[in-house]
């Protein structure tokens, strides 16, 4: 069992790595890929966000199954339908934001730690960024920023992505 997890900013190129690997695992291990998206539509009527979401689509192999954002990662990691498969959770954020209060699902550290096969998850990094004017700004920075960590601890590589470059991250 492989978990990655790729951290990086807003079109940093995250998702094209984890993508590329995500193939070249499924390619080594003769197994399909399942690709996790962490968010559905976006508000109505918000285009750029609806451009962002088709790009990814388009990115994706069509031999590729597709999840669209399940609420609850861990039963979905755990279940039998990804038995045998490699999974891409493209992404942390997105799904984190649409979880009451920014709490992450439970079962989510032990459903990755589980997996028999690849795991690959983009995130957002968020400690880097401007510091969040709002309350509820705040609260999705220092909860993913926390959820972040969790995985990482569990993930066997982690790499920063910036300029469509890739950084591995030590143990500390």
């Known amino acids: 069992m492989t978990i990655t997890l790729f951290l990086g900013g807003a079109r940093s190129g995250k998702s094209e790595m984890a993508e590329a690997m995500a193939a070249a695992e499924s390619a080594r291990l003769g197994a399909g890929v399942t690709y996790v998206a962490g968010s559905g539509p976006g ?66 550290l032990p459903a ?23 309350e509820s700004g705040r609260a999705f920075r220092d909860a993913l920023g926390r959820l972040n960590r969790e995985v990482a601890e569990v993930a066997g590589e982690v790499y920063l992505v910036v300029a469509g470059r890739r950084l591995a991250l030590e143990r500390p």
Do not use: C, K, N, Q
């Not at 990804?82 to 079962?107: E, K, N």
């Not at 795991?119 to 969040?132: A, D, F, K, Q, R």
């Open 43 to 108: 508000p109505a009527g918000d285009a750029d966000w609806e451009r962002r979401i088709e790009a990814h689509r388009r990115r994706r192999p069509e031999a590729w199954d597709t999840l669209e954002a399940p609420l609850e990662l861990g039963p979905v990691l755990a279940g039998p339908d990804l038995a045998g498969r490699v999974v891409l959770i493209d992404s942390l954020g997105t799904w984190l934001a649409r979880r009451d209060h920014f709490a992450p699902d439970p079962s989510l």
């Open 112 to 134: 990755l730690a589980g997996r028999s096969l690849s795991t690959l998850i983009v995130s957002e990094e968020v400690g880097m960024g401007v510091h969040p004017s709002s």
